[in-house]
């Protein structure tokens, strides 16, 4: 057990059913608080939700990842001597996270009011698709809903993907995104409050973290106009297909783009000069893309990549999970730990993404079973600490 | 009080990312100073004709409430008051590429002599250590490196380029990270260096896939699809482009969605009855849903929707969020008064604190080397004098 991390002596309740909650859960949790889920007598509905470890369904990766190095309890909020054991365990803890709709707060002993009275020195994050409060506190969220309620789902896909398929609806982000912002965007919101030293609540909306992530669509409204995603592609770079897979080429400043001639052998074409001013590169884009991609497919990604980056243009393969998990720049960064799950097999879990003085930190534990540690809700057992 | 009242950032940021992070600091009170030169503007500060777009990108919602300051980081004299704005400060953040600071002579250990417990934020694309850690990106290509790229798109078509959200989540993450980081030196008394690498926020944000990867599991991008849920896309209404998102998550709700779009012999349906075979056969689905959705103003459809307890909300737009009651109401909408008095629409807080209802936003878009005087006079004991040399000597450039 690392007895040095940045949250070491925090204690962190997790009382959580949806990613974004449990996601910030993670973020204590990797930082070092010592972190409780406190899971219904059914266990948190996240243990079954896929992608799964195994072809049986049994094991499941994405709680694999949430819940990695948190201690897991069982606990009856509905039962009076649930209520008890919780309330006990409130007592010993820095934070208690919440995602239960608000409908449902008063009856399991979770209202702000409730907690306030019971526990005033406990910053109270409520972490909900729409938030605690507002004419939409009660709506429910889902991955999809709130990529799209963010605004960032209206302007994808943009680019290659976009140009290809013009008239399909809009697309989500891959995986959690948007509930990892909530997630994210709640951590960091309970750790300013506790900093206040003064116990509250926090409500924490996963819709308001999309729409900051988003924020620049907002600023450009302001400003007189709105993105959409057929007309926010780059002029020109982009997706670009090589003979093994794509890259990402991206070129803001005039030596990236000069890079860029020098890499591809300094062709006639580039010498127009119209292609001297970026905005006469970006009115003729279309035509610079064609050559862009004519000579992109006789390269093979690693090796354009190299060279590209030798050559000060920003380029990037897009990688597949393989690279990642293999890859020489994560391994040497170690940022993929060995983790064991609840039944026994070996996978890896990425660490936080980042480190505090040039420490990876380690994930301590494994992927609890449920109620692994329940002798925690045991009157005066909950009252060590782990590091504290 | 706001929550990082007393707090003093020295913020070295660039581009999107970094000033992301001091933005959200600064949010919540820290007093952040943005050091900036007229040698290199911050290319945010600047248009970028290769969006197709005249104005600058973001600068004007991360850079607000900031206090901007010219410093030469070329010349001695502004180096050495860079170091003289730490020594007052608790975090010095930056986002230039790995090694850039040192060879300014601002490195982590620079930093240190002149303020022992300082917290420095680097962000960077691959991090400060690591075979590519000199490599130059952007938000598309953390995307790309870290798997979120390739994972984004539709099953038959090719991956997706993450634009500003990418940027901002990693700065958000920064933001995190340095509030960590602060409970850290309050604990021990000790600062230190976070690392922040924008590919792996983007990696992290797919985590869940690369951990099934790891167990041999092949991960593929997948449109709106879900690993298990169906109905689950964007569906067209009565008006142009615009698109309603359904979630259902269950046999209960499918069973209630059938009912509500008129086709209750649906819920019966063997093809669809459980989760599995709707799953199974979620193609199907489609045209179906859009019969009835295409006759449907999105909002309606969607209250009703969420009236009967299935998720659903219509893709918004810009337009639809800086209007929404709810957003306004959150205050995570806020109009802004600019210098020149125009008011602009920019997002607030995204939480709201029981102990701090005030505005996450105070003020607009600081002009270059605004707060001078401040900084530069109050807070560093500088006489005019002294100033007016430095500006000579171009170390106030």
Not at chain 1, 259 to 285: C, Y
Not at chain 2, 73 to 99: C, M, N, Q, T
Request: hydrophobic share 40%.
């Amino acid at each position: 057990m690392n007895s040095d991390k940045p949250l070491t002596g925090i204690r962190v309740i997790e009382h959580a059913s949806g990613v974004a909650a449990a996601h910030a859960g993670r973020l204590f949790c990797l930082l070092g608080a010592e972190t409780i889920m406190v899971e219904a007598t059914g266990h948190s509905p996240l243990r079954q939700e896929p992608p799964f470890i195994d072809q049986e369904g049994s094991s499941s990766a994405l709680f694999a990842y949430l819940a990695a190095g948190k201690r897991s309890t069982i606990c009856d909020l509905t039962a009076t001597a649930g209520k008890l054991a919780f309330d006990h365990l409130l007592a010993t803890a820095d934070i208690l996270i919440d995602d239960t709709p608000v409908a449902d707060r008063a009856a399991l002993g979770l209202s702000p009011a409730q907690i306030a009275k019971n526990h005033p020195h406990l910053v109270h994050l409520s972490v909900l698709p729409f938030g605690a409060i507002g004419p939409k506190a009660g709506w429910k969220g889902t991955e999809l809903n709130l990529i799209h309620a963010g605004g960032e789902g209206y302007l994808l896909p943009n680019g290659l993907s976009a140009d290809l398929f013009p008239d399909r609806p809009p697309l989500k982000i891959a995986g959690h995104f948007a509930q990892m912002q909530g997630g994210v965007a709640a951590a960091y919101a309970g750790l300013a409050a506790l900093w206040t030293d003064q116990g509250q609540f926090v409500d924490a909306s996963v819709q308001d973290a999309n729409v900051m992530v988003g924020a620049f669509g907002i600023q450009r409204f302001g400003d007189g106009s709105v993105e959409h995603r057929q007309t926010r592609s780059f002029r020109y770079g982009g997706v670009i297909e090589c003979r093994d897979g794509f890259v990402e080429l991206l070129m803001l400043e005039e030596r990236q783009w000069q890079g860029l001639i020098t890499l591809m052998g300094s062709p006639d074409w580039a010498h127009d000069p119209e292609f001297e001013s970026v905005l006469g590169r970006s009115a003729r884009g279309d035509e610079i893309n064609r050559h862009i991609r004519a000579w992109a497919r006789g390269w093979a990604v690693e090796n354009l990549v190299a060279r590209a980056q030798e050559q000060g243009v920003p380029m990037a393969r897009y990688n597949e999970p393989a690279h990642i998990l293999t890859g020489a720049h994560e391994t040497e960064r170690g940022i993929f730990l060995d983790v064991e799950t609840e039944n026994g097999t070996m996978v890896k879990v990425q660490s936080l993404p980042c480190r505090f003085c040039a420490q990876s930190l380690p994930i301590d534990g494994a992927v609890p079973r449920p109620g692994a540690d329940q002798h925690l809700l045991e009157f005066g057992a909950s009252d060590k600490r782990i590091g504290g | 009080m706001k929550p990082l009242a007393g707090i003093r950032i020295a913020d070295f940021t660039v581009h999107a990312a970094g000033p992301f992070c001091t933005h959200m600091l600064s949010q919540l009170g820290a007093e952040c100073i943005k050091i900036e030169t007229a040698l290199r503007p911050d290319i945010f500060r600047k248009s970028h004709a290769i969006y197709g777009r005249a104005g600058p990108a973001t600068f004007d919602q991360v850079s607000s409430n900031k206090l901007s300051v010219r410093l030469n980081l070329k010349h001695p004299d502004g180096v050495a008051l860079a170091k003289r704005l730490v020594a007052i400060s608790d975090i010095a953040a930056e986002s230039f590429r790995a090694g850039v600071m040192a060879r300014l002579g601002l490195s982590y250990k620079d930093l240190r002599a002149v303020r022992d417990d300082i917290i420095m934020v680097s962000v960077s694309s691959s991090g400060q250590t690591g075979p590519d850690s000199h490599f130059a990106g952007y938000a598309p290509l953390f995307g790309a490196w870290g798997g979120l790229g390739h994972l984004s798109g539709h099953a038959d078509g090719p991956p997706v380029e993450m634009r500003h959200v990418m940027d901002h989540s990693v700065g958000l993450h920064a933001a995190m990270a340095t509030a960590a980081a602060l409970h850290q030196r309050r604990r021990t008394g000790k600062g230190c260096h976070v690392d922040v690498a924008a590919r792996e926020v983007a990696s992290s944000l797919v985590g869940d896939a690369l951990t099934a990867a790891s167990a041999g599991a092949q991960p593929e991008r997948m449109g709106n699809d879900d690993l298990r849920h169906a109905p689950h896309g964007l569906y067209a209404t009565k008006d142009d482009d615009r698109w309603l998102s359904i979630a259902v998550e269950n046999d209960a709700e499918w069973r209630v969605f059938a009912e509500l779009i008129g086709r209750a012999d649906l819920a019966t349906d063997a093809r669809f009855a459980l989760e599995t075979t709707r799953h199974s056969n979620r193609k199907a689905l489609d045209p179906i849903i859009t019969n009835w959705s295409r006759t449907k103003v999105g909002e309606q459809a969607a209250a009703q929707l969420q009236q009967a307890g299935i998720a659903a909300h219509l893709s918004w737009t810009a337009a639809d969020i800086v209007s929404d009651p709810h957003m306004r109401l959150r205050d995570a909408i806020i109009d802004v008064a600019e210098t020149n008095g125009t008011i602009r629409a920019a997002v607030g807080r995204p939480y709201r604190f029981s102990s701090d209802p005030s505005l996450g936003i105070t003020g607009g878009t600081p002009e270059f080397g605004g707060a001078e005087d401040y900084v530069f006079g109050d807070l560093l004991g500088l006489t005019r004098p002294e100033i007016d040399a430095l500006i000579d000597a171009k170390a106030i450039y």
